[in-house]
């Protein structure tokens, strides 16, 4: 159980252009769904953490008009990374909670972004 | 500054050998887990510890909460090839996990 599924796995795409990338809860309901960045051989570092039907909220230094999080249902989330440059450049790794386990997160296998 | 630091950050040992790494932390958590990642994916959920003091075993790996809830270990008895990748341990408070760098392990067969 509590399965997390992202798509694209990975995507190359033109510097000036859009991306969207999707996280699912395949078999339970997100109360929290929360975005990470992970540079190579680097830990996670969380970029927002975002509600169904309510704004994200982003962590320090991340731009929140350069990274649009929509969290429309309980079970999606979507990050979008605008007009995106070659230091967006990331592997993109998305995770989820639900109501009864605590600070526990299962994440999604990631996506890997290059722009080139 | 890192909130958690994870050591050693690199490990390479022979099959079969036991080993221990250590996640460690001025801070008091709510919980700790651990994950492993492989190249390219994303964490799996190994572990969750919530009692100071706890100590869960999976399979051949044992896990144990510091008794303060600042620190953690993980212990891997006779190590093989498939427990090869990064162990990182996340710190939980107020449903937010702080992470460390990770333990790189290497089981060499």
């Known amino acids: 159980g509590a399965v997390v599924s992202q798509h694209p796995s990975w995507v190359i795409c033109k510097s000036g252009t859009s991306v969207k990338i999707e996280c699912r809860s395949l078999d339970f309901q997100a109360t929290t769904m929360f975005w990470y960045r992970q540079f190579p051989k680097q830990s996670l570092m969380l970029m927002a953490t975002?509600?169904?039907?309510?704004?994200?909220t982003y962590e320090q230094g991340v731009e929140k008009d350069k990274f649009l999080i929509n969290h429309a249902s309980l079970t999606l989330s979507t990050l979008t990374v605008t007009s995106a440059h070659p230091e967006d450049s990331s592997f993109y790794i998305c995770?989820?909670?639900?109501w009864g386990r605590g600070d526990t997160q299962y994440f999604g296998p990631g996506t890997r972004l290059t722009v080139l | 500054t890192q909130l958690l630091e994870q050591s050693p950050q690199f490990l390479s040992i022979q099959e079969g050998e036991n080993l221990t790494v250590y996640c460690n932390s001025s801070?008091?958590?709510?919980?700790l887990q651990w994950y492993r990642q492989e190249p390219g994916e994303g964490p799996v959920l190994l572990v969750t510890v919530v009692t100071g003091g706890e100590v869960k075993k999976l399979k051949r790996l044992t896990f144990q909460f510091g008794d303060a809830r600042k620190d953690s270990s993980l212990h891997i008895t006779a190590a093989q090839p498939g427990d090869t990748g990064l162990y990182l341990c996340?710190?939980?408070?107020?449903?937010?996990?702080?992470f460390g760098k990770g333990n790189q392990v290497v089981v060499i067969p």
């Open positions: 975002s509600n169904e039907g309510s704004k994200a």
């Open positions: 995770s989820a909670s639900y």
């Open positions: 996340a710190g939980g408070r107020n449903n937010r996990l702080a």
């Open positions: 801070s008091v958590f709510s919980s």
